[in-house]
C-alpha cells in the first residue's frame, strides 16, 4: 500500500458512515442457519432462534460448572450466534405475573385518566400503553410483589452472563392495543437512539462496545400468538458492524421486512437479546388481545463515572461567564463549545420520560444542548438558570 493511501484506509477503519453501509455485505452475515448441536444447553431451534427450557436451565446452573458452561453458551450465543435467546417458562407459576399484570392495568387507567404517560421511541404516539420506570412504580406500589417477580432466578442468570455482577434492572411496561402498527427496525441503548449524524461521530471501537453495556429482555405477561404482533427478529443482525448507522437506511429496513421472524410467546416467557439486533414490535392484528409485555433493559455496573458531579450547579455557574467571554471575544465558539463539553451533561439519559419525553426525537434535549441553545439566543442568565432547574427537575423521579 502506498503510504499516501496509510491515513485514507485508517480512517475507514475507525468512522463508519452512513453511506458506506452495504446490504450485500449485511446479507452474507444474515442468512446463516443456527444449528441445534453448536448449543448443546438449548432445547430446540426455531426460526433460527434458540429455545431453552426455564425448568432445565434452573437445574443445570445448581453445579458452578455448568453454570459457567451454561452462562458462556448465552454469551457466544448473543455474540457470534443468532443474537437472541427465548426461555419458554422462564416464570414457573405465572401467578406473579398476574399479580404484577393487575398493578400495571391500575397503572395504566391511572395514566389515561390523568392524559399521561405512553409515547414511543420507534412506534407512532397513541399505538400503544407504555408505563416509563415500571420498575420502581412496582417496587413502591407493591414491594412484596416487586420481591417475587425479581426473584426470577432466569432474568438474574442471563443479566449475570451478559454483564457480569452488579448489574443494573431497569423495565419499561408496553402493551400493543389491537389494531397497533409494528414499530420501525431499529437497534436499542445506547447508540440506537441517536441519529445518524451523532452516531458517525463515535469511533468503530464504541459501536462494538456499545451492545456489551445493556442487555434487551422481555417479559410475556400474556399469551402471545403471531397474530398478536410479538417482536420481529433478525437473527445474526448484530453481527454487522455498522449496523447502527444501517438501520436507518431504507434498503435495510426493506430487507428486515422481508427477512425477519417471529416467535409466539406463552404468559410467563422471556426473550433476551443483544441490543443491536435488529428488531421491532410487530403489529397487533387481533381484536381483542392486547398485548402486555415488561421489556427489560439491564445495564453494565461500569457505564458510570468514578466520580458524583453536580453538572446543573456548574453549568449555572459557568454561563454568564462563557456569554461574558464570547462577548468579550476572549473565547472562540470552538473554545466555548468545548468549556461546555467538559461542564454539562451531553446525554439525554437516565431521565423521566413520564416528565422528559423525546419530543420530536428519539432523546430528549441534553443538558449541553440547552446551554448551546441560550447562548447562541444570548438568553439572559435568569432565564437560563429557570430552563436549568426545570430540565433538571423533568429528570428526577
Known amino acids: 500500500m502506498k503510504s499516501d493511501n496509510i491515513p485514507k484506509a485508517r480512517s475507514d477503519r475507525v468512522w463508519f458512515t452512513a453511506d458506506e453501509c452495504d446490504i450485500s455485505d449485511f446479507a452474507v452475515l444474515t442468512e446463516r442457519t443456527t444449528n441445534l448441536s453448536d448449543y448443546p444447553f438449548a432445547q430446540e431451534v426455531a426460526s433460527n432462534i434458540l429455545i431453552y427450557d426455564g425448568a432445565a436451565v434452573c437445574d443445570l446452573v445448581a453445579s458452578p460448572t455448568s453454570r459457567k458452561a451454561v452462562l458462556a453458551e448465552w454469551v457466544e450465543a448473543m455474540t457470534v450466534g443468532p443474537g437472541i435467546v427465548v426461555f419458554r417458562g422462564a416464570f414457573a407459576d405465572t401467578l406473579i405475573i398476574d399479580e404484577a399484570s393487575n398493578h400495571f ?39 412484596e410483589v416487586f420481591a417475587a417477580y425479581y426473584g426470577n432466578e432466569i432474568i438474574s442468570l442471563v443479566s449475570e452472563a451478559w454483564l457480569g455482577p452488579a448489574y443494573q434492572v431497569t423495565s419499561q ?3 400493543v392495543n389491537p389494531g397497533g402498527a409494528a414499530q420501525s427496525a431499529h437497534r436499542d441503548y445506547h447508540l440506537g437512539f441517536q441519529t445518524a449524524a ?36 433478525l437473527p445474526y443482525s448484530q453481527t454487522y458492524a455498522p449496523g447502527y ?12 421486512d422481508r427477512h425477519q421472524v417471529q416467535l409466539p410467546l406463552s404468559k410467563g416467557d422471556a426473550a433476551f437479546f443483544n441490543p443491536a439486533t435488529f428488531h421491532a414490535a410487530g403489529t397487533n392484528r387481533t381484536t381483542d388481545v392486547r398485548r402486555m409485555a ?37 473565547l472562540t465558539p470552538d473554545q466555548a463549545a468545548n ?32 446551554m448551546h441553545q441560550a447562548l447562541a439566543e444570548n438568553w439572559e442568565t435568569k432565564t437560563f438558570t429557570d430552563a436549568l432547574k426545570a430540565q433538571n427537575s423533568r429528570r428526577l423521579t
Not at 463515535?202 to 410475556?220: C, I
Not at 405477561?221 to 427478529?233: A, N, Q
Open 105 to 143: 392495568w391500575a397503572m395504566i387507567e391511572e395514566q389515561r385518566a390523568s392524559n399521561t404517560g405512553g409515547g414511543d421511541h420507534f412506534a407512532k404516539p397513541g399505538a400503544n400503553d407504555r408505563i416509563w420506570n415500571a420498575l420502581e412504580k412496582l417496587c413502591l406500589r407493591s414491594p
Open 339 to 370: 468549556a461546555v463539553a467538559a461542564c454539562a451533561e451531553g446525554y439525554s439519559f437516565p431521565t423521566n420520560l413520564d416528565l422528559d419525553p423525546p419530543i420530536g426525537g428519539l432523546a430528549p434535549q441534553t443538558q449541553q444542548d440547552l
Open 294 to 330: 415488561n421489556l427489560l433493559q439491564v445495564s453494565s455496573a461500569y457505564g458510570r463515572a468514578m466520580e458524583s458531579v453536580d453538572r446543573a450547579r456548574m453549568s449555572a455557574a459557568l454561563f454568564p461567564a462563557l456569554r461574558s467571554m464570547i462577548e468579550r471575544r476572549e
Open 198 to 233: 451523532v452516531i458517525e461521530r463515535y469511533p468503530a471501537h464504541v459501536h462494538r462496545l456499545s451492545p456489551v453495556l445493556t442487555l434487551q429482555g422481555a417479559v410475556a405477561h400474556c399469551d402471545m400468538p403471531v397474530e398478536s404482533g410479538p417482536t420481529l427478529y
Open 245 to 256: 448507522l444501517a438501520t436507518g437506511r431504507p434498503e435495510f429496513r426493506e430487507y428486515f
Open 173 to 175: 411496561l408496553n402493551v
